[in-house]
């Protein structure tokens, strides 16, 4: 079974910053690209980041500039540093991954993350 746990989110001041971790596990042959989705109250679940095996990026187009998406391989661990937070990033982060597992490519979600960014 596979499972992906973020951590980090929080409370934040406006202008601060916070750091989110998801971390795959279970039994898998191979992570494939992973990325960062953000779903705020009342609004759709929109791609924020996202990363190939090799290191590609990929950021929504308003984001450019404040966060940054990583991952370390050995760790089958994703990361998003997210700078000057401004209030209308307060969401639930989600993390997702497609995967190689049981033969076939497979695309999972962790459990979320709330970030809330306010004075």
């Known amino acids: 079974q596979v499972q992906l746990v973020e951590s980090g989110g929080g409370f934040v001041q406006p202008g601060g910053s916070r750091r989110l971790s998801c971390a795959a596990s279970g039994s898998f042959f191979r992570i494939n690209g992973m990325g960062w989705y953000s779903e705020a109250p009342g609004k759709q679940r929109d791609l924020v980041a996202y990363?190939?095996?090799?290191?590609?990026?990929n950021y929504a187009d308003s984001l450019k500039g404040r966060f940054t998406i990583s991952r370390d391989n050995a760790k089958n661990t994703v990361y998003l540093q997210m700078n000057s937070l401004k209030p209308e990033d307060t969401a639930v982060y989600y993390c997702?991954?497609?995967?190689?597992?049981?033969?076939?490519?497979?695309?999972?979600w962790g459990q979320g993350t709330q970030v809330t960014v306010s004075s």
């Open positions: 997702n991954a497609a995967i190689f597992t049981l033969g076939a490519n497979r695309g999972y």
């Open positions: 990363i190939t095996t090799g290191g590609s990026t």
